[in-house]
């Protein structure tokens, strides 16, 4: 009995752990069968595109890898969806998904995107001012510079038209609504100006009504105490402007050359000053002076001072030089351009010509010199050189015949002073000759 139940007990002692083991190698198996499942099941999702279930799945399952792919696709879709809503033209909504994407692929530089595309489409709609001021927040996106641009553009035009057109309440707040922009605030404060103008009861009429005006036909000529002013009978909003400043001994001109000009078959369409003499004696006076009556005529008569033209003979040229710049700095006027008529040994009286800052104030106007001349004259006149320097526009128009009166009659019947105010063709004829200047021109002496 003894050695029987050694026996037993020697088979119970192997059995025993014998089943154990078969038993912990079932479970094992179906451990291994319920992970399989699940991760089968996990999969099954991701497949199909349930990747938020998918990733939890595979974050339980401990499968971190899988999880990340999972997470990759989810940002991809939301990815894809923000790029739907900026088609559809949903464009916050699009700006706010991408930054929610954080640094996935392009999401920080779609953002901004977004911003251009509503401003793009603000344009269109003719929302131009909201327009604007997202195109300012994203000033480095590509386009949006030159949109921006354009957006300005549109404002200045219609400020401008209005303005031009004397609808000067509209014209003050489309200047106001466009901020500050090229000549802007100054255009907006001569609206202001002349809208106080207008309301005033103390504002000094032109004075030229006490006498009675020429009917020219095509204009009126009337008397005043500077000289002439012609008003065109259909002055409107393109309707130029011209001063004349006569030299010391060109008396005569106002009366006799610029007159014949305005009972010419076709004058200009320009509202004009005609000086009776000038030199350059006090000229920031006189400047000052001519200018605010070409103004009031300019009011009286729904006319707004714009493309000016300074015409200047002999001494006169330095006032129309010197009135470009006045006018610029004191009223920002920018004066289309400046016409001089033989000054010839003029130009060496460098103490009435203009300063190296007045030189830097018709820069910035955008002011055209045509300097005409009998030749001979040019970069070897300090003053002429001095205002190339500066960066002007300058242009020496030699003239083959004439004389000084001869000079300035030629610029009235080949269209000169027309083409100065816009309203013509460039005189090109074998009397003319030009000379565009610059910084290494050699006329006179090259040429």
Same mark, same amino acid.
């Given at each position: 009995?003894?050695?029987?139940?050694?026996?037993?007990?020697?088979?119970?002692?192997?059995?025993?752990?014998?089943?154990?083991?078969?038993?912990?190698?079932?479970?094992?198996?179906?451990?291994?069968?319920?992970?399989?499942?699940?991760?089968?099941? %996990?999969? /099954? !999702?991701?497949? &199909?595109?349930?990747?938020?279930?998918?990733?939890? =799945?595979? $974050? *339980?399952?401990?499968? @971190?890898?899988?999880?990340?792919?999972?997470?990759?696709?989810?940002?991809?879709?939301?990815?894809?969806?923000?790029?739907?809503?900026?088609?559809?033209?949903?464009?916050?909504?699009?700006?706010?998904?991408?930054?929610?994407?954080?640094?996935?692929?392009?999401?920080?530089?779609?953002?901004?995107?977004?911003?251009?595309?509503?401003?793009?489409?603000?344009?269109?709609?003719?929302?131009?001012?909201? %327009?604007? /001021? !997202?195109?300012? &927040?994203?000033?480095?996106?590509?386009?949006?510079? =030159?949109? $921006? *641009?354009?957006?300005? @553009?549109?404002?200045?035009?219609?400020?401008?038209?209005?303005?031009?057109?004397?609808?000067?309440?509209?014209?003050?707040?489309?200047?106001?609504?466009?901020?500050?922009?090229?000549?802007?605030?100054?255009?907006?404060?001569?609206?202001?100006?002349?809208?106080?103008?207008?309301?005033?009861?103390?504002?000094?009429?032109?004075?030229?009504?006490?006498?009675?005006?020429?009917?020219?036909?095509?204009?009126?000529?009337?008397?005043?105490?500077?000289?002439?002013?012609?008003?065109?009978?259909? =002055?409107?909003?393109?309707?130029?402007?011209?001063?004349?400043?006569?030299?010391?001994?060109?008396?005569?001109?106002?009366?006799?050359?610029?007159?014949?000009?305005?009972?010419?078959?076709?004058?200009?369409?320009?509202?004009?000053?005609?000086?009776?003499?000038?030199?350059?004696?006090?000229?920031?006076?006189?400047?000052?002076?001519?200018?605010?009556?070409?103004?009031?005529?300019?009011?009286?008569?729904?006319?707004?001072?714009?493309?000016?033209?300074?015409?200047?003979?002999?001494?006169?040229?330095?006032?129309?030089?010197?009135? =470009?710049?006045?006018?610029?700095?004191?009223?920002?006027?920018?004066?289309?351009?400046?016409?001089?008529?033989?000054?010839?040994?003029?130009?060496?009286?460098?103490?009435?010509?203009?300063?190296?800052?007045?030189?830097?104030?018709?820069?910035?106007?955008?002011?055209?010199?045509?300097?005409?001349?009998?030749?001979?004259?040019?970069?070897?006149?300090?003053?002429?050189?001095?205002?190339?320097?500066?960066?002007?526009?300058?242009?020496?128009?030699?003239?083959?015949?004439?004389?000084?009166?001869?000079?300035?009659?030629?610029?009235?019947?080949?269209?000169?002073?027309?083409?100065?105010?816009?309203?013509?063709?460039?005189?090109?004829?074998?009397?003319?000759?030009?000379?565009?200047?610059?910084?290494?021109?050699?006329?006179?002496?090259?040429?």
């Amino acid at each position: 009995m003894k050695k029987k139940g050694i026996r037993a007990l020697v088979l119970v002692l192997i059995l025993v752990p014998l089943l154990l083991l078969c038993g912990y190698a079932g479970w094992q198996s179906r451990q291994a069968r319920l992970l399989q499942n699940a991760v089968d099941a %996990a999969e /099954a !999702l991701y497949t &199909a595109g349930d990747y938020a279930a998918a990733r939890e =799945a595979f $974050l *339980t399952l401990g499968l @971190d890898g899988r999880a990340q792919d999972c997470e990759g696709q989810l940002l991809r879709l939301r990815y894809e969806a923000a790029e739907a809503q900026l088609e559809a033209g949903d464009y916050a909504g699009a700006k706010d998904a991408f930054l929610a994407l954080g640094d996935y692929r392009d999401a920080a530089a779609r953002a901004p995107e977004c911003d251009l595309r509503r401003a793009e489409a603000c344009v269109q709609s003719d929302r131009i001012t909201e %327009a604007i /001021a !997202l195109l300012e &927040a994203i000033p480095d996106v590509p386009g949006a510079a =030159a949109l $921006l *641009t354009q957006c300005r @553009d549109t404002l200045y035009a219609r400020a401008l038209e209005a303005t031009y057109a004397c609808r000067m309440e509209e014209a003050v707040r489309r200047w106001d609504e466009l901020g500050s922009y090229r000549d802007s605030e100054s255009l907006r404060q001569r609206c202001l100006s002349r809208i106080a103008a207008m309301a005033s009861e103390s504002a000094e009429p032109v004075r030229y009504s006490e006498y009675a005006g020429q009917d020219l036909g095509t204009g009126t000529l009337y008397y005043h105490r500077l000289g002439l002013i012609y008003v065109p009978k259909d =002055a409107g909003p393109e309707t130029g402007c011209m001063i004349f400043y006569p030299g010391g001994y060109d008396e005569a001109l106002a009366n006799g050359y610029l007159n014949d000009y305005l009972y010419a078959p076709d004058p200009p369409n320009a509202l004009m000053l005609l000086c009776y003499a000038n030199g350059y004696g006090d000229m920031a006076e006189k400047v000052e002076d001519s200018y605010r009556a070409l103004e009031q005529a300019a009011l009286e008569n729904g006319v707004f001072l714009h493309d000016l033209v300074l015409c200047g003979a002999s001494m006169g040229a330095y006032t129309a030089c010197q009135g =470009a710049a006045l006018l610029y700095e004191r009223y920002g006027i920018c004066a289309r351009a400046v016409l001089t008529f033989d000054a010839g040994m003029h130009w060496e009286v460098e103490d009435h010509t203009l300063t190296p800052a007045q030189c830097d104030s018709t820069a910035k106007a955008g002011t055209s010199f045509l300097l005409l001349e009998g030749g001979g004259i040019g970069m070897n006149r300090r003053a002429i050189a001095l205002m190339v320097a500066h960066g002007n526009d300058v242009t020496v128009v030699e003239c083959a015949a004439g004389g000084h009166y001869g000079l300035i009659y030629d610029a009235m019947e080949y269209g000169m002073i027309d083409w100065a105010l816009g309203q013509g063709p460039r005189p090109d004829n074998s009397n003319y000759t030009y000379h565009p200047l610059d910084r290494q021109s050699t006329y006179p002496y090259g040429g």
